[in-house]
């Protein structure tokens, strides 16, 4: 069965840094576009970055100059560097990918569970 993990999620201080990690397990044959979401206490989820299979990005303005996402395709995982972290950056991130399992025809999106970052003032 196919999974999103995520890890990195953390306790930080304003200013300081975290990386995401989102590792696919299972069988896969191609991983098109993956991003990253947040939904933060009371809002809806939104979308933070996201990059295509041919690695180009985009950003919400909120994050902008700040967050930085990657791929390591080889590895099958998708990483999102946060700096100059910000009280409003906390939120549970959410990875998120358009893959094709192992056999199947169709590509379909799948979520992880979802990593809490916490930036305290």
């Known amino acids: 069965q196919v999974q999103l993990v995520e890890s990195g999620g953390g306790l930080v201080q304003a200013g300081g840094s975290l990386r995401l990690s989102c590792v696919v397990s299972?069988?896969?044959?191609?991983?098109?576009?993956m991003g990253w979401y947040r939904q933060a206490p009371g809002k809806q989820r939104e979308l933070a970055a996201i990059?295509?299979?041919?690695?180009?990005?985009n950003y919400a303005d909120s994050v902008k100059g700040r967050f930085t996402i990657s791929r390591d395709n080889a590895k099958n995982t998708l990483y999102l560097q946060m700096n100059s972290l910000k009280p409003e950056d906390t939120a549970v991130y959410y990875c998120n990918g358009n893959l094709l399992e192992w056999g199947a025809v169709r590509f379909r999106e799948l979520w992880g569970q979802g990593t809490l970052v916490t930036v305290s003032s």
């Open positions: 990059i295509t299979g041919g690695g180009r990005t």
């Open positions: 299972g069988s896969i044959s191609a991983i098109n576009a």
